[in-house]
C-alpha cells in the first residue's frame, strides 16, 4: 500500500527526503523499465535491451545484472554509472493530476510511506519563502523525462515495427569463472537493417526524431562486455 499525496509546499514545508542508492530502497534489481527519451544517456552504461508484454507490445530495459536481484553499478548506498534510470532516479514522487487551484499541467505527488521520506540527513523540497528547492527542480525534469518517454514509447515501438527493425535475441554469456548464463526471450536492433535504411522509411524514422534513438540502443549492446566485466570484478573480491 502507498500513501501518495499531492505535494503542498505548506503542508510539506520541513518535508525532506533520502537521495542515498541501496537495496533496502528498491535499487537491487537487475533490469529497469526505461524509456526512448533517455536512450542517449542510457547507451553510456547499459545494454539496452526490448522486451515484449502479453499483448505483443514492446518495451525497453536497462539490464543492470545477471543474477536475480543483482545491479552490478550498485555497491552500498552509491551507484556507480554516469546516468541513473529515471525510473529509479524519481524516488517516492510520480506525477499525478493537478491540484484544484493549478493549471500547469500534472501535480507532483509523494509517497509518504516511502522509508526515504522524512530521513533526518534528506534534502528538504521547498525553500523558506516556499519556492522549490533544486532537488525537487530536478525531480520534476526526471518525472517529465518519465512522461514524455511514456507518450514516446507506443508510437516509437510503432515505427520500428513498420521498419523491420526489431530482431529477437538471445545473450549467451560466459564469465572469467566458466559460469554461463542465458538472457533469453529479448530483442534488439537489427544492425544490418539499421545500416541499410533508405528512402521513405529513413525519413519517416528521422522525421519522427526516432532514428536517433534507435541508433543508441543499437550501440547499447557494446555495454554487454562492460558488464561481464563488472560481473568477473564482484565475483573476484567475494
Not at 508484454?53 to 552490478?72: I, K, P
Not at 528547492?133 to 515505427?159: C, S, W
Not at 521513405?200 to 526524431?209: A, N
Request: cysteine-free; hydrophobic content about 45%; proline content about 6%.
Amino acid at each position: 500500500m502507498t500513501n501518495r499525496v499531492l505535494l503542498d509546499n505548506v503542508a510539506h514545508a520541513d518535508l525532506t527526503v533520502a537521495t542515498r542508492r541501496g537495496a533496502d530502497l528498491g535499487d537491487a534489481v537487475n533490469q529497469l523499465l526505461v524509456f526512448p527519451t533517455e536512450f542517449e544517456a542510457l547507451q553510456r552504461d547499459y545494454p539496452v535491451l526490448f522486451r515484449r508484454h502479453d499483448d505483443s507490445t514492446f518495451y525497453a530495459v536497462a539490464l543492470l545484472g545477471l543474477d536475480r536481484d543483482e545491479n552490478l553499478f550498485l555497491a552500498g548506498d552509491d551507484w556507480h554509472a554516469r546516468y541513473v534510470p529515471a525510473i529509479q532516479q524519481r524516488g517516492p514522487f510520480l506525477h499525478g493530476p493537478p491540484g484544484p487551484d493549478s493549471d500547469d499541467g500534472p501535480g507532483i505527488y509523494v509517497d509518504l510511506d516511502d522509508p526515504r521520506v522524512g530521513a533526518a540527513n534528506g534534502e528538504p523540497l521547498f525553500l523558506r519563502h516556499g519556492g522549490r528547492t533544486p532537488y525537487l527542480e530536478r525531480i520534476a525534469g526526471v518525472l517529465d523525462v518519465i512522461r514524455r518517454g511514456h507518450d514516446a514509447q507506443a508510437p516509437f515501438f510503432a515505427a520500428l515495427t513498420e521498419a523491420a527493425l526489431i530482431r529477437p535475441v538471445s545473450l549467451d554469456i560466459e564469465l572469467g569463472d566458466g559460469t554461463t548464463y542465458t538472457v533469453a526471450d529479448v530483442f534488439t536492433i537489427d544492425q544490418d537493417r539499421l545500416a541499410d535504411l533508405a528512402g521513405p522509411t529513413l525519413e519517416m524514422l528521422h522525421r519522427l526524431g526516432f532514428l536517433r534513438a534507435a541508433i543508441m540502443a543499437a550501440t547499447s549492446l557494446g555495454n554487454v562486455a562492460l558488464l561481464i566485466e563488472r560481473k568477473n570484478a564482484r565475483a573476484a573480491s567475494q
